[in-house]
């Protein structure tokens, strides 16, 4: 029987006309403030599941969602879950650490109107599967992308990248440029984390042996998921509506411990090799920052424009580290010139 009904059978027995001491509180008065926890901790719990639910985005008018199998060499089969609108040259859009397809949904209509775009959720975020294992390093998520670029037949593809996506397309690129190089026809890369830097102290946190798994199983995914975007909230381009759209998926356990794991995988052992390879990427490259980028810092986008041989840096004012969602009327702009 359950401490409820304990505190209801002793309460017919036990007479509390006295005042109940301290020592000795009342059974009926503890019987009530049990079923007030009880009744506010399933009316929390509801409340959550509810907003969780709602949070999930709804699919915009035009759009095609699927699932899409992809299996790169040693690694199992997974899903990658993908969202689809428009016709026309192909455009993959990859969002970044922590993020979903959300991350497009003020420009991947716009984009639309001209172009086939295709966003997908990384292997392990979003409405992708998410197993658990150690597969979640840049090359990991890079091996995932390139089978499905195959898996699709696109070909003269143009991917847009922001942060750690940007970091999983130039990798992509490089893989298809030893031996098939007229499959990425253009990059566009949004504030990448292009080179080894120290991380930030969200990314910090994740890294830390135990701690990451304990606190974001036990507090509310809207607050990890505020921190890390404390930026674009102090800009007021996203409001708390989008941060649970952010966070929703983040309610699952192998999310979270797809998080952990690529943000303990973030800076790749062989990362020198990497770099000396960059001049080697001859495809146009628009290559966007924040002027207020906390996260990647500018000096990193002006580096990585004088690497590759046919990119242009373009800075986007007033803004933080994501500019689809701060001034993705700007990045548009600079996007519709790019891909003419």
């Known amino acids: 029987m359950s401490s409820v009904s304990q505190f209801r059978d002793a309460g017919a027995v036990v007479s509390c006309r006295a005042p109940a001491s301290r020592a000795s509180p009342c059974p009926v008065r503890a019987s009530r403030r049990a079923r007030s926890w009880i009744f506010s901790l399933r009316t929390l719990t509801l409340a959550l599941t509810c907003w969780a639910a709602a949070a999930i985005p709804a699919l915009g008018k035009g759009v095609t969602s699927y699932d899409a199998p992809v299996e790169p060499h040693g690694s199992p089969r997974v899903s990658l879950h993908v969202e689809e609108q428009g016709d026309g040259s192909p455009i993959l859009l990859l969002h970044g650490l922590g993020a979903s397809t959300y991350s497009w949904r003020r420009v991947a209509p716009a984009l639309a109107r001209r172009h086939r775009v295709i966003a997908v959720d990384l292997r392990g975020f979003g409405q992708s599967e998410k197993p658990f294992d150690q597969r979640y390093s840049v090359a990991d998520h890079a091996a995932h992308i390139t089978d499905f670029i195959r898996r699709r037949g696109l070909r003269d593809l143009t991917i847009v990248g922001h942060s750690f996506g940007g970091a999983v397309a130039l990798m992509v690129t490089l893989e298809f440029n030893r031996r098939e190089p007229q499959r990425i026809k253009r990059l566009a890369l949004l504030d990448i984390p292009a080179y080894p830097q120290d991380p930030t102290p ?12 304990a606190l974001l199983t036990l507090v509310p995914p ?21 941060i649970t759209s952010f966070a929703a998926p983040f309610r699952e356990a ?14 790749p052992p062989n990362w020198r090799a990497i770099v000396r390879r960059y001049p080697s990427i001859r495809q146009p490259a628009l290559i966007v920052w924040c002027d207020n980028d906390r996260v990647v810092p500018l000096s990193s986008g002006r580096r990585l424009a004088r690497a590759m041989p046919d990119a242009k840096l373009r800075v986007v004012r007033g803004c933080e580290h994501s500019p689809q969602d701060e001034q993705p009327a700007a990045l548009l702009g600079l996007l519709g010139g790019f891909l003419r």
């Open 254 to 267: 192998g999310a979270r411990h797809a998080l952990i794991a690529t943000a303990r995988q973030l800076r």
């Open 202 to 213: 969200f990314v910090r946190f994740l890294q830390q042996p135990v701690l990451p798994y």
């Open 222 to 242: 809207e607050v990890p998921m505020s921190l890390a975007m404390s930026g674009e909230q102090q800009s007021g381009a996203i409001d708390f509506g989008d």
